[in-house]
């Protein structure tokens, strides 16, 4: 069983069509309050991560941003965490910084940023660099089309199946927490 203290969530800097998305956001932080779960994320105020952060915040959770340098503006940052806002020089030392304070990782929806984000650490997973749970809030079926993208890899002999069910999948925050923490990291080798 895990201990998940802290979980790094990659989702839009966009709030996205569905009212969904949003309320998915807000539930996140209100889950991750309830379990004393510290939020790692990018640091923005914008679409889905300032939602998630607002959420966890306002109820009193942790909440730590890492922002390159170059968007840390008053625009985009979350002034009520700057205390707890680390700046960092690169996009890579970015995803380094949160990649190394995070138990666990979750992608809600979002757009290229979020999936090369998500991708990474799941490649990551994948050869073995470490053994964190990887995962997808796949809410309204927003993951849909990438898991299906991912099966035809499967099919196709690019990805092992068992490289594919690492990929924890739910729609259900109480479910993902579940899997979270009863995850283990027994795939097999890459090569």
């Excluded at 002034?79 to 707890?84: A, N």
């Excluded at 190394?100 to 050869?127: M, R, S």
């Excluded at 995850?183 to 080798?189: A, P, V």
Aim: glycine share 8%; proline share 2%.
């Amino acid at each position: 069983m895990n201990t998940i203290t802290s979980i790094a969530v990659f989702c839009g800097s966009s709030e996205g069509a569905k009212s969904i998305y949003r309320e998915t956001a807000r539930e996140l932080g209100l889950a991750m309050y309830k379990r004393q779960t510290t939020l790692i994320y990018g640091g923005g105020n914008r679409g889905l991560m300032g939602i998630v952060a607002e959420s966890l915040h306002s109820q009193g959770g942790r909440v730590i941003g890492v922002i390159p340098e170059a968007l840390h503006r008053s625009d985009i940052c979350r002034h009520s965490v700057e205390e707890q806002l680390i700046v960092v020089q690169t996009m890579h030392e970015r995803k380094a910084t949160m990649y190394k304070l995070a138990d666990a990782f979750v992608a809600l929806p979002g757009g290229i940023g979020t999936f090369e984000e998500i991708l990474e650490v799941y490649t990551w997973l994948q050869l073995g660099y470490h053994t964190k749970p990887v995962a997808l809030l796949n809410t309204a079926g927003f993951y849909d089309c990438l898991l299906a993208f991912l099966q035809h890899s499967v099919q196709e002999g690019f990805l092992k199946p068992d490289h594919l069910k690492a990929l924890i999948v739910e729609s259900d925050i109480e479910k993902l927490f579940e899997r979270l923490t009863l995850f283990e990291s027994r795939l097999s080798d890459k090569l």
